[in-house]
């Protein structure tokens, strides 16, 4: 029998819905019904995307927050970020994971786009099971009950020149054999909850030769996930030694389609952005990590205007809030052009319902499961807002997603559904407490001398 959740208000693509009934079955969401109009009924919305995570790195959020270089970048950061990498074993990944997506869940993230790449011991030798920490991750969404669509890295090479991976990237790499089983064996564990797609780290990290073999080898609907442009020195040295930039070369030498999902392309020519745009693929914008590792600005304006398809990611997770991550979205476009209200439709409108749109419209193809929508057939994932909070004083229906995005920071989602479960209840996971403690014992552990 279908379980019926009130809504005295529903988020639909074309605005809200006053007084529908949500209908739920085996995880998914049957025909909407029409529910009387009692006010009663919470306001809900689809589940927001996540569609750039690296779980470890939750548990260096903060630490890297002191000048080591006057040039400080991406590059002396990644020193930092090296240094926590290689203390992580399974039980540890599992436990910052675990309270990572608990986090994700509270904030009204429902799926999470892992983009995986710690594979082996410290020291670069594969576990007994060479899907190990794979195996950690799968278990940390498994009990927090976020949808995961879990992205084993592909990483070989550590430049442009072909060079060896480090000593520090040891744990990361694999040959292209190697690491073709490990997607195999991942794939034979999906569920309704659980996807496996692939991600190359960069072109940096995979040679021309690896990436045409992978992509002849990997099926043909699998999601495909890649860093591209991120930084300027990337863009400088792709150019110099393949004359270049590396979204122009991507898009000359892939078969890039709606199967792709571009993460960061903070540095795109005009041509590249409206390449992007036409070829179908998503662009996963993460706005708090790109401004803390002072990356740049997307081009967000120019790429509205090609008609591309976008998500949002909290990648470093420096902040765990799809509200910031839309938020400095709008607002680093504010900064850059000296103006407001930029992120709207073609006919102007809300700011506030253009973002949404945007990571609910990619969900599906930069995912390979079925959220993003309260609709017949797909996931029945959505968070309820707690319209009872003072930020939500006199709102209007159209004032709601504003209201949201762009008043304060106390947090707004009272409760959270996954497949129908509840894993969120006045705006507090279900295990918060048994989370955060082994967290807590983990990192300790992580981060002692």
Not at 301 to 323: F, Q
């Amino acid at each position: 029998m279908d379980a019926i959740h009130d809504a005295a208000l529903l988020w639909t693509p074309d605005g809200w819905q006053a007084d529908a009934g949500l209908a739920v079955a085996d995880g998914r969401f049957g025909p909407l019904r029409r529910g009387e109009p009692t006010g009663s009924g919470g306001w809900l919305l689809p589940g927001i995307p996540n569609l750039h995570s690296h779980a470890f790195q939750r548990a260096m959020a903060g630490l890297a927050e002191r000048q080591t270089d006057v040039r400080d970048s991406f590059w002396t950061w990644r020193e930092t970020m090296y240094r926590i990498a290689a203390r992580f074993d399974p039980d540890s990944l599992q436990a910052v994971a675990a309270q990572l997506y608990a986090e994700m869940l509270e904030a009204g993230y429902t799926t999470v786009c892992e983009f995986h790449y710690l594979h082996h011991a410290s020291d670069g030798r594969p576990y007994a099971d060479p899907a190990a920490m794979s195996q950690a991750l799968i278990a940390a969404a498994r009990e927090t009950g976020i949808r995961l669509t879990l992205l084993p890295v592909l990483y070989m090479t550590g430049g442009f020149d072909g060079r060896p991976l480090s000593e520090r990237q040891r744990r990361f790499g694999h040959d292209l054999d190697g690491f073709l089983r490990l997607v195999q064996d991942l794939r034979g564990q999906e569920d309704a909850t659980l996807r496996v797609g692939v991600a190359f780290h960069s072109l940096r990290a995979v040679p021309p030769q690896a990436l045409a073999a992978a992509l002849t080898a990997l099926p043909a609907a699998i999601p495909l996930h890649i860093h591209i442009a991120e930084q300027i020195g990337e863009v400088q040295d792709c150019l110099a030694l393949r004359d270049a930039r590396p979204v122009e070369w991507l898009l000359a030498n892939a078969p890039v389609d709606a199967r792709w999902t571009l993460v960061h392309a903070t540095h795109l020519t005009a041509e590249e952005t409206a390449g992007i745009a036409r070829s179908g693929a998503t662009v996963a914008i993460c706005p708090t990590t790109e401004a803390n590792l002072g990356d740049g600005l997307f081009p967000l304006r120019d790429y509205l205007d090609a008609g591309g398809a976008w998500g949002i990611g909290s990648d470093s997770h420096v902040s765990v809030s799809p509200v910031e991550e839309l938020r400095w979205l709008e607002y680093g476009q504010r900064l850059h052009t000296r103006h407001r209200n930029i992120a709207v439709g073609a006919a102007g409108g809300s700011v506030g319902q253009t973002l949404l749109r945007g990571p609910l419209a990619s969900a599906t193809q930069a995912t390979g499961q079925a959220p993003g929508a309260l609709a017949p057939g797909l996931a029945a994932d959505w968070i309820e807002l707690d319209r009872q909070a003072p930020a939500f004083a006199g709102a209007r229906p159209e004032d709601v997603v504003d209201r949201w995005l762009f008043a304060g920071n106390r947090p707004l989602v009272r409760e959270v559904h996954v497949a129908g479960s509840r894993v969120v209840a006045e705006g507090r996971h279900r295990d918060a407490e048994a989370i955060a403690s082994r967290y807590r014992e983990a990192v300790q552990t992580l981060l002692a001398d």
